[in-house]
C-alpha cells in the first residue's frame, strides 16, 4: 500500500479540458453501462464523468471500505496498487487508476477509520 499525503486539489481553468460536445460522453457511458451489465450485484457507488479532452475518466467513489475492495476485486487490481491517500486535515481514503473498456476509472473509497488505516499501515486485513 501507498501512502500520500494531499493538499488541495487544483483543477485547470474549464476552457482548458472540456469536451467539445455531449456525444464524447459515448465512451464513459458505455463503460458505465457496462460495469452495470457486468457486475449487478455490486454494491452502488456514486460516479462522475469527466469528459478531458485529454483523459476522459469515469470515477466511482464507493462509501465503504468493503464496498471499495468488492469493486478493487472486480477490477482485478492488485492491493498493492492501492493508494491510502490523507489530506491535509487528516482524512484518509482509498485511490486505485485502472482501465475497463478503454476509458480510464478512478476507484475512491470512503468512511475510513483511524483504526482502519492503522491495519492497513500494518498491512493487516481489513475486516467487512
Do not use: C
Not at 479540458?17 to 464513459?28: G, I, K, M, V
Not at 478531458?52 to 462509501?63: E, G, M, V, Y
Amino acid at each position: 500500500m501507498n501512502i500520500k499525503i494531499t493538499g488541495p486539489a487544483e483543477r485547470p481553468a474549464r476552457e482548458d479540458w472540456q469536451a467539445d460536445s455531449f456525444a464524447d460522453l459515448r465512451p464513459l457511458a458505455a463503460a458505465l453501462a457496462a460495469l452495470a451489465e457486468m457486475y449487478p450485484g455490486l454494491p452502488p457507488v456514486r460516479f462522475t464523468a469527466d469528459p478531458s479532452k485529454d483523459n476522459p475518466r469515469l470515477t466511482l467513489a464507493a462509501s465503504a471500505p468493503h464496498d471499495f475492495e468488492l469493486w478493487r476485486n472486480a477490477f482485478q487490481v492488485p492491493a498493492d496498487r492501492v493508494d491510502l491517500v490523507v489530506t491535509e486535515v487528516g482524512e484518509p481514503w482509498l485511490r486505485l487508476l485502472t482501465v475497463f473498456a478503454g476509458v480510464e476509472v478512478l476507484l475512491l473509497g470512503y468512511g475510513l477509520t483511524l483504526t482502519t488505516v492503522a491495519t492497513m499501515a500494518a498491512g493487516e486485513q481489513v475486516a467487512a
